[in-house]
């Protein structure tokens, strides 16, 4: 290890992004308990999405994948991209059979992003994309700011406060495409349905959701 990186390692000692515990010698990543006690989703598990052909995700919306979810997100814990789009990559390469041609992601509006610092989902999809050997490309807008999905409320409030809210980039052109659509959690599923929409305007062929996580 080159001295730099272990004085890095010494001031910022590696945690694992679902319980914030400091990882031990021999952990990588995520600590062992972590490993064995999420909640796993089973292959048969799939969230049904209006306009995706599926929607996968390897783990249930649930605590200490909430907690995660929450630091990756509100804390500045983009770190946890690395191994969040790991397991989204492992997930979706277990689970489709089909072929991907692109991944994409349902972006922030930008105004939200700039106070954020970064796009959660564009982190996630770039890491599956690398793992996959995927193109990536941010192929959507969001076209108008929206309340907070998680303060929406019921489903219906969901659906209402993401209608129309997302498009595709002018002159985009999907034709015979079929695109990985990846977000952090699926919820009701209004955003991923958005976004797909938009994806099949352009004449993607398919679209398959993607999410770390997802609520039962």
């Known amino acids: ?3 730099l990186s272990l004085l890095l390692e010494l001031l910022y000692p590696p945690k694992c992004p679902f319980c914030g515990r400091i990882l031990e010698r021999g952990e990588e990543g995520w600590c062992v308990c972590c490993q064995e006690d999420l909640p ?4 048969d ?3 049904e999405v209006e306009g995706c052909a599926a929607c996968l995700s390897p783990l249930w919306y649930r605590d200490g994948v909430r907690d995660g979810v929450r630091r990756f997100k509100f804390k500045g814990g983009r770190g946890c991209a690395r191994l969040f789009g790991q397991l989204m990559a492992q997930c979706l390469q277990d689970r489709w059979t089909g072929r991907v041609d692109l991944v994409t992601w349902a972006p922030l509006h930008p105004e939200r992003k700039r106070r954020r610092g970064y796009d959660q989902a564009e982190l996630l999809a770039r ?3 690398e793992l996959t050997g995927t193109p990536v490309e941010g192929v959507l807008e969001k076209v108008r700011a929206t309340a907070v999905q ?3 409320g019921e489903d219906g409030a969901r659906q209402a406060n ?5 498009a595709a980039v002018p002159g ?4 015979g495409k079929r695109v990985a659509l990846v977000d952090d959690v699926a919820t009701s599923g209004a955003t991923l349905s958005e976004c797909a929409a938009a994806l099949r305007r352009a004449g993607a062929e398919c679209v398959v959701g993607l999410t770390l996580a997802r609520a039962r």
Request: hydrophobic share 35%; net charge positive.
């Open 45 to 47: 598990e799939g969230k």
């Open 40 to 43: 796993w989703t089973g292959a």
């Open 1 to 3: 290890m080159r001295p």
């Open 127 to 129: 890491r599956v994309g």
């Open 150 to 152: 998680s303060q929406a």
């Open 162 to 166: 993401v209608r129309g809210a997302y």
């Open 172 to 175: 985009l052109d999907l034709t």
